[in-house]
């Protein structure tokens, strides 16, 4: 059953927040038994919409939603959900009944997505700014000030906001002056992320493509499928999570990314370390 709990962050780059009312508590209703056949549900698409209803009041109703590869990309279980799939392809949708008896699994109902929408997701600037679209956006470390150490709560207006971005002409002892890879984003018939890393010692470099995440209410950035944060400098042991990062500044010229730092068993306790990124420029 714990399985069917967590909130998979992929929701979120749907376009739809996860949806969840209060859910009755299950000893509370009626002690039936359902068949797949009398269940009252149904699973609408129009255009870049998929519209989950339940006509069960007795039941309390849970859907997840795959891609072709059987990835979940959300779950909800609230009476009527609705979620918006900007890329055309085929999902599979599971409607799941939980009644005091237990639970009545159905088998999964595919749908297709006719016509790649990306409207629906991007009418803020900032997807723009970090993927240029379906034609993708290449970001690298910029080492005229690549990296800095801010509170918890940088950038903000009170609490652990102090911040320190050493000049890196005289502080180049923060991380060595080379070719530490690249990001690129692009939302081409998904939400796709490379990167490429460059080692710490010499110039060896490892590839690695997934899938991302770009909550812009919240401010976070996660990356899926194996891929880690483009870092630089002696880092990578003082962060445990390279994967979900905290989105700092984000113009069509700057990105800065933070991940937490956690040194408590030497007294310094938790901050930000913040890198900075420009645009790689193109290639003619």
Not at 35 to 40: F, G, V
């Amino acid at each position: 059953m714990k399985r069917k709990l967590y909130i998979l962050v992929a929701a979120i780059a749907l376009g739809s927040l996860f949806s969840c009312e209060p859910v009755e508590d299950r000893d509370s209703l009626p002690a039936i038994t359902y068949t797949e056949a009398t269940l009252n549900h149904t699973e609408v698409v129009t255009g870049n919409t998929l519209t989950m209803t339940n006509n069960d009041k007795d039941v309390t109703p849970y859907w997840s939603v795959a891609d072709a590869t059987g990835t979940e990309l959300g779950h909800f279980n609230t009476n009527s959900s609705s979620v918006i799939i900007p890329f055309k392809g085929t999902y599979t949708v599971t409607y799941t009944a939980y009644t005091r008896g237990g639970a009545l699994y159905t088998q999964p109902k595919t749908i297709t997505i006719v016509k790649t929408d990306l409207s629906s997701i991007t009418t803020d600037p900032k997807w723009a700014m970090l993927t240029n679209g379906a034609a993708g956006k290449t970001w690298v470390l910029n080492m005229a000030n690549p990296v800095g150490w801010a509170g918890l709560e940088y950038p903000g207006t009170s609490g652990d906001n102090w911040n320190w971005f050493p000049d890196y002409a005289s502080n180049s002892w923060v991380m060595e002056n080379k070719d530490w890879g690249e990001m690129h984003f692009n939302l081409n018939e998904g939400y796709n992320v490379s990167v490429k890393q460059t080692a710490l010692v010499g110039t060896a470099q490892t590839n690695k493509s997934g899938t991302f995440v770009f909550d812009i209410p919240n401010n976070k950035l996660i990356f899926n499928g194996g891929v880690e944060m483009l870092y630089g400098g002696n880092y990578y042991p003082d962060v445990s999570n390279w994967t979900s990062v905290h989105v700092i500044k984000l113009t069509e010229t700057e990105l800065e990314l933070g991940v937490v730092r956690d040194q408590s068993r030497t007294g310094e306790g938790k901050c930000q370390i913040v890198f900075r990124y420009k645009p790689k420029p193109a290639v003619n």
